[in-house]
């Protein structure tokens, strides 16, 4: 069983940043994506940004010129690095793995608050 640990996230002022983490336990064989999205009060789940194995990502227009995803395959980790921070940036982002095998798994981790101020 994968489980996900999320850390990084916090209080900042508009304009700055933070930085993301999230690790995966166990055993990831298989093509697989991971990412980050995000849900803030009263909002829809949305994708914030994901990569796969093979580097490959998919980045919400939103946060393209300003959020950065990277990941470490041999650690199972993947980071979100976040700059130019806005207030409609604060939201639950949560951390999302999905592992295609012979049937597709996914996990979540279970969130971590951001929140910045104007």
């Known amino acids: 069983q994968v489980q996900l640990v999320e850390s990084g996230g916090g209080l900042v002022q508009a304009g700055g940043s933070l930085r993301l983490s999230c690790a995966a336990s166990?055993?990831?064989?298989?093509?697989?994506?991971m990412g980050w999205y995000r849900q803030a009060p009263g909002k829809q789940r949305e994708l914030v940004a994901v990569?796969?194995?093979?580097?490959?990502?998919n980045i919400a227009d939103s946060v393209k010129d300003r959020f950065t995803i990277s990941r470490d395959n041999a650690k199972n980790t993947v980071h979100l690095q976040m700059n130019s921070l806005k207030p409609n940036d604060t939201a639950v982002y949560l951390c999302?793995?999905?592992?295609?095998?012979?049937?597709?798994?996914?996990?979540w981790g279970q969130g971590t608050q951001v929140t910045v101020s104007s």
């Open positions: 999302n793995l999905v592992v295609l095998r012979s049937s597709r798994y996914e996990y």
């Open positions: 166990g055993s990831i064989l298989g093509f697989n994506v």
């Open positions: 990569m796969n194995n093979v580097g490959s990502t």
